[in-house]
């Protein structure tokens, strides 16, 4: 009778296994074979959902990271944890990291371990990438500023940012070289964060000196996410995302709507609408997609103000010097991806068209260029941009066993750029600075070979050829230049009006090539546990168009009212890169990585996006160290810990600087202090010392759960000789909720909780105030000895934009579902019963 029994529970337990199988079988979707022969099957079954990524077979060595299989236990994988996958509410399948990463400091994030951490705006949660700090000194809608490796990247110059393979920096744009907007990017849609420091990969090419981070939208989510926002200062947010089986594929559709005042004294009257939506078919290096996205936002700007006036009690710390400034934008893409991979070769291609607009209205001197009406002034641009990618890889052996692949790569974009510089007043332009029509095209030819000689031992070599042509047509009308003295400067003469009219003189075409070779090595010489890595690249960033065609200043004449000529300046502008790190979980659950880097640049920043002007910026060195820690001791809990030092310095001498500095010295000029921060200097202006940050990660996939964010930023040199500076930044951001099971979530984010009023961004320049006495001088006011020199440079010292003071948001949300038949509330009693509040 036993051995009777013992044989039914075994046919029993080998029958449940069999069922368990084709159960699995069920929710696992195949590989497709998309463009062949073959019928495309779909054996999902809907009473249990499948997986976003399935599980494949052993990837080779370059394939990008979404192949990796789903991580399924807490801490198998760098920075996974059950919380993370739940950071939404609803679960979501996210990708696992890659394996075979080629630097130390190249860092995976997934879409869960970026919503973990509380952000402010969504440019900040790329702060999640070590080294990078995010920051904002304008209104809601412009891009956001970038610092990384000890570059003051403005807004994007040196950081290649991606999504979904379109390139989001914009060259020859009206506001700065590489203006990167990621206020349209919708955190909580992001699949992964591909964060590559240098310029080491041969597809990172242009404004990848610093590095590149390569964002990727989900393709579909087993259950729909519904959230809601509100908090201080008029914030309030509305999101949904959710996918439906369609056409042998899938829809996969998000939106958000936004508004927010903040603290200003002028409300910033952010308004917000964004759109995503997505069909796809098979998976991210195994199928294909097409992708519309549309985005609007408006706004007003409280810009950066002189501390002299908050500290003397002129204006508040939360007002402004011109109402007026604000802007409004607009984008709209269609982008298309079709990707094959097999045993032999993988193959990818890649297509987006994308329309933009922007206006922005700005004043960052005050009254030093027009004494009576202010220097408020329109940049405006407006780009068609089109493009795409294709890479074909073959994998083999070499040697009899050295696994291989050898890639091949195009890369094409091509822009349609209406760009301008307007004065204005009250939103009014009124003369026109610079009007053009510029047509930008690029080629990029690439290829590299990936060899893995021995199991301690791979090699990536490889090198990108870049093709760069354009031409720009100057369409300035002659009454719609500046006049020169300005209407309302001193020494204007009616009766003899001389205008400023460069448009068809600046007009032109240019072409550049580049060659860039790439070298990577890694090394495990131990174990699994311990990686070393070198490598080597020359990277580059494109300039302003306008640049390479300017002949002429468009503000400045020489003395005899004849035009001032300005330096010849090149399109492409390179950099070489190396480091040296090691990566290592020698430590059980504790990985860490140290990178010790070297950048040299040929030229800094060459175009100056406010005044119209070129500037020769000299190259400079950058050497600095990365120390990146990530322990999670127990599920529920994981410390992360970076800090980022460079030593950043101009080369050679500044001839121009020392001889301004030199007619800021003489007797009528030296008691105004114009010379205060303008002597020469080898300071990289606004170049970040060190950049630090610290997480505390609390909780489990379901209940109570905690996030606590320290950043730190160091007071950085404002001038070249480093007389100003700014002051440190420390803030902490925290964020304190609960999950239910049922995929419901209740979150409280608290920002700049211990409310530090230090500045988000300073500047060291020189401006004017009608209150200022150097103003009242230049402006005749009173009778006191000055100097043109020291008139034109305006009264020196710090501008910055204030840390809005400490706010809060919270929010609700869980799973979207039409049929309210298939959604279970939450438990609200839940919460204090865990807490043992409740009997």
């Not at 029958?15 to 069920?26: D, I, K, N, R, T």
């Not at 940050?693 to 109570?704: C, M, P, R, S, Y």
């Amino acid at each position: 009778m036993t051995s009777t029994r013992i044989i039914k529970a075994s046919a029993t337990a080998l029958m449940a296994a069999v069922l368990a199988g084709e159960a699995l079988a069920q929710t696992t979707l195949p590989t497709i074979n998309v463009g062949g022969g073959q019928k495309i099957k779909r054996t999902a079954s809907r009473q249990a959902p499948r997986p976003a990524h399935p599980i494949r077979t052993a990837a080779p060595i370059s394939a990008p990271p979404t192949v990796s299989p789903v991580v399924a236990d807490a801490n198998d994988g760098f920075g996974s944890s059950a919380q993370q996958n739940t950071a939404l509410g609803p679960k979501i399948d996210y990708p696992a990291p890659p394996k075979d990463m080629p630097s130390s400091s190249e860092r995976f994030f997934t879409g869960g371990q970026v919503n973990t951490v509380p952000a402010f705006r969504p440019g900040e949660a790329l702060e999640i990438v070590p080294g990078l700090a995010v920051t904002q000194h304008s209104g809601e809608g412009k891009a956001n500023q970038y610092y990384l490796r000890g570059f003051d990247l403005d807004h994007g110059t040196d950081l290649a940012l991606y999504l979904d393979g379109m390139p989001l920096n914009m060259r020859t744009h009206g506001h700065g070289q590489g203006y990167s907007d990621a206020n349209f990017v919708i955190p909580e849609m992001l699949a992964y964060v591909d964060a590559r420091k240098g310029p080491y990969n041969v597809e990172d090419g242009d404004f990848s000196n610093a590095g590149t981070i390569r964002m990727q939208y989900l393709r579909r989510v087993p259950q729909g996410v519904f959230s809601t926002t509100g908090g201080i200062f008029n914030y309030g947010r509305i999101f949904g995302m959710k996918s439906w089986e369609y056409a042998g594929g899938d829809i996969f559709g998000g939106g958000e709507i936004s508004t927010y005042d903040g603290p200003w004294q002028v409300p910033n009257a952010a308004r917000k609408i964004n759109a995503v939506l997505r069909w796809s078919r098979g998976e991210e290096n195994d199928g294909m997609s097409i992708t519309g996205m549309a985005y609007a936002n408006r706004w007003n700007s409280t810009d950066q103000v002189p501390t002299r006036a908050i500290d003397s009690g002129i204006l508040s710390r939360w007002g402004t010097l011109n109402p007026t400034d604000g802007g409004n934008t607009t984008r709209f893409s269609l982008s298309g991806r079709w990707a094959q991979d097999t045993a032999n070769y993988w193959s990818k291609v890649e297509a987006f068209a994308m329309h933009s607009t922007l206006n922005l209205y700005n004043d960052f001197t005050y009254f030093l260029s027009h004494p009576v009406i202010g220097d408020q002034f329109r940049q405006f641009d407006r780009r068609t941009m089109i493009g795409g990618n294709a890479y074909h890889a073959l994998k083999f052996n070499i040697l009899g066993d050295k696994e291989s692949e050898l890639r091949f790569g195009f890369q094409s974009r091509y822009d349609d750029i209406r760009v301008g510089l307007q004065d204005s007043i009250q939103r009014m332009p009124y003369d026109t600075v610079r009007n053009d029509h510029v047509s930008e095209g690029s080629i990029a030819l690439l290829t590299d070979v990936k060899t893995k000689w021995s199991p301690w031992l791979r090699t990536v070599v490889g090198a990108r050829w870049d093709y760069y042509w354009g031409s720009n047509q100057g369409l300035q009308a002659y009454w719609d230049s500046p006049l020169f003295p300005a209407v309302d400067a001193p020494g204007f003469d009616p009766s003899n009006p001389f205008r400023i009219w460069t448009g068809p003189i600046n007009s032109g075409t240019y072409n550049a090539q580049l060659i860039s070779p790439k070298a990577s090595v890694i090394i495990n010489p131990w174990d699994d546990r311990t990686d070393f890595y070198l490598n080597f690249g020359r990277g580059f960033h494109s300039n302003d168009f306008r640049a390479t065609t300017q002949r002429v200043a468009v503000t400045e004449v020489n003395d005899d009212l004849s035009y001032a000529s300005v330096p010849h300046n090149g399109l492409l502008s390179p950099s070489t890169g190396a480091e040296i790190g090691v990566k290592t979980r020698v430590i059980d659950k504790l990985e860490s990585a140290a990178t010790l880097f070297f950048i040299q640049t040929a030229q800094e920043n060459i175009f100056e996006g406010d005044s119209g002007n070129t500037v020769i910026a000299r190259g400079a060195n950058r050497i600095g160290v990365e120390f990146t820690n990530h322990y999670r001791p127990l599920s529920w809990l994981a410390f992360e810990g970076d800090v980022t030092a460079t030593h950043a310095r101009f080369r050679g001498f500044d001839r121009d600087q020392a001889d301004l500095y030199v007619q800021l010295l003489q007797p009528d000029a030296f008691p105004w202090g114009a010379w205060l921060g303008n002597a020469p200097g080898n300071y990289l202006v606004n170049a970040t010392p060190v950049i630090a940050t610290g997480v505390i990660e609390l909780g489990e996939a379901t209940g109570l759960f905690a996030n606590f964010k320290y950043r730190y930023i160091a007071p950085r040199a404002l001038t070249e000789d480093g007389f100003y500076k700014s002051p440190a930044i420390g803030t902490v951001n925290a964020r304190v909720g609960y999950r239910w099971k049922e995929g419901w979530k209740l979150q409280l984010d608290v920002f700049n909780m211990f409310n530090s009023r230090s500045q988000q961004i300073a500047y060291g320049y020189g401006s004017f105030l009608p209150t200022d006495p150097l103003f009242q001088a230049c402006a005749g006011a009173i009778a006191v000895p000055t100097t043109d020199a020291v008139c034109g440079v305006g009264q020196m010292g710090v501008v910055g934009h204030p840390i809005e003071r400490t706010s809060w948001r919270v929010t609700f949300g869980g799973p979207l579902d039409f049929d309210p038949r298939n959604t279970k509330g939450p438990d609200l009693t839940e919460p204090f019963q865990l807490l043992k509040f409740w009997n």
